[in-house]
Structures are given as C-alpha cells and as structure tokens.
C-alpha cells in the first residue's frame, strides 16, 4: 500500500502557489468564495455534525480540495475557542493545520490516512466529477473516515447560472455569452450536473447514515460578490485559450476570450450581476 512519503508532500508556499495557475489572485478569490458560503450556510461545521462531536476533546479533520486552506483556518479558531484540540489536514493537486500535496482521488491513498479522520469535508469539486460519477469521491471519504465520522460536502448549483441587469437597457450579453461557453465546455468535457440535486440520494446509496442535504438560497446582498468571484475564475480562464497567432482559425483566441472578458466587466461595472442562486449542503455519517 501506498505511504504519505509516496503521494502526499509537504506544502510549500513559494512553489505551489506560482503564477499564472496559483498566485496571489487565485487566493484572494478562494478567501471571497469562502466568505459567500459562509455568508448562506452560516456554519462552519454543520449543526448535525456539531452535535455528534459536541463532549469531543480531540478532532482529527481532513479537507479535501483544501486550496489555500480558509476553511481550515477559520475552523481552527473556531474549534479552539470551544476547548477542542483539533489536527487537522488540508489536501490538495495543487501549528496545528498542515496543508498538504495529495491528488485524493489517486489509488491507493496512503495506508495511515485510512480511517483516520472524524470529520472530511469537501467543497467545490463539481468541476473533476465527471458524467456525475461520484463514487471516486464517494468512495476517498468513506475510506479516510473513521468508523461514526461524518463527510460534509458544499457545492455552488453550477447547473444554474442567473444573469440579471438592473434595467433592461443595461446589457448583459457578454455574460450571457461567457455563461453559454462555459456550459458547453463542460458538456463537451463529460460535466453533467444532475447530480447536484441529489446529494443526499447519492450518499444514502454509498453507504452513509444519518444524511441531511440543504440547499439555501444565495443572499442577494451577496450577488455582486459571486459576480467579482466568477469575473476572477473568467480571467484566469484566458490560458485555457490559443494565441490567435498559433492557432488563427480557433472558434475562441486569447485574445477574443479577453475581448468579451473586458466586455462582460463593463456590464459588471452597470450593475450586471451573476449568480448560481442556491448553494447544496450534504452531510451523511459513516456507519459505526
């Protein structure tokens, strides 16, 4: 079986976070991501999972797809206030919180991280599950949690996007165009999403108890916040795109990506917002 030293590296700043693909801008926008579900949850942990850890002294937590490792962070403060002493672990492609390199759905994991958490939580992975196929990620959680530990998994509904103007002579077609192409992208890339709004159908089915799903509305006090987040998630996108000088006859240049990027922030800047309306919240215990 696979050991930590095979798969799972020491984090370091100065090298994973590197221009273009992780930089300070790509962190930035994970601290705001992470503020607006905040803002709809209103918890870190869910009361469900609270309560079943509620006379714990010690947690051991993983967070998978951990990114820049915000979420860990606030829980640290926040279990430390309440006297808990938490490990916790941050994983990762890309004192008491260590973030680590680890592509969590690669088999086999590392023999001394089976079954060795409490608590897993999972945010934002809806763009690697691929023709709604979540038994990879499924199956990662169930094997790193102990017996009784809980996985709590957050999504934006990335099936639904909203373009709204505030009158209708502001435009807000740029957007509307931006939203399209990223729609058929994934389609064309194997991304369904259906899977969204039956999370907790899907946990039940691999075994998990005690599942609860929610799916609060976005608050609209927030909606120019997700509009800056996915202007952030557009602009790194212009990689993903040929030089018209390679490729002349591409449906979609650099170039022509930046055009209708600067565009969509005009609109922005009239008071055009973007959003997903609701965030999905899941949480299912593994059985004692």
Request: proline fraction near 5%.
């Amino acid at each position: 079986m696979a050991t930590a030293s095979d798969q799972a590296q020491q984090y370091d700043a100065s090298t994973y976070w590197v221009a273009p693909a992780r930089n300070f801008r790509t962190s930035a926008r994970l601290h705001l991501q992470h503020l607006l579900f905040q803002n709809t949850l209103g918890y870190l942990l869910n009361p469900h999972v609270q309560s079943s850890f509620a006379s714990s002294k010690e947690l051991k937590v993983a967070d998978l797809g951990c990114g820049n490792g915000v979420w860990l962070n606030d829980l640290d403060r926040e279990l430390s206030s309440k006297g808990i002493s938490a490990k916790l672990d941050g994983y990762d492609v890309n004192p008491s919180v260590t973030l680590k390199k680890l592509d969590v759905l690669a088999r086999p994991l590392p023999e001394e991280m089976i079954g060795a958490y409490d608590i897993v939580h999972v945010r934002a992975f809806v763009s690697i599950i691929v023709n709604s196929d979540v038994t990879p990620l499924l199956s990662t959680a169930l094997a790193l949690l102990k017996p009784g530990g809980w996985l709590q998994w957050e999504e934006s509904r990335a099936d639904t996007y909203f373009v709204d103007s505030p009158f209708p002579e502001v435009s807000k077609s740029a957007c509307q165009t931006i939203v399209q192409i990223l729609k058929a992208g994934g389609e064309a890339r194997g991304s369904s999403f259906e899977f969204l709004g039956e999370l907790d159908r899907h946990l039940k089915e691999h075994g998990f108890d005690d599942v609860h799903m929610e799916a609060p509305d976005t608050r609209k006090q927030d909606y120019k916040a997700w509009t800056e987040d996915y202007l952030m998630v557009w602009e790194e996108l212009s990689g993903y795109f040929p030089p018209k000088a390679q490729q002349p006859q591409s449906p979609m240049t650099r170039e022509s990506w930046l055009e209708l990027f600067a565009k969509a922030v005009g609109e922005t800047e009239q008071g055009v917002v973007v959003h997903q309306g609701k965030i999905m919240a899941v949480v299912g215990q593994k059985a004692p």
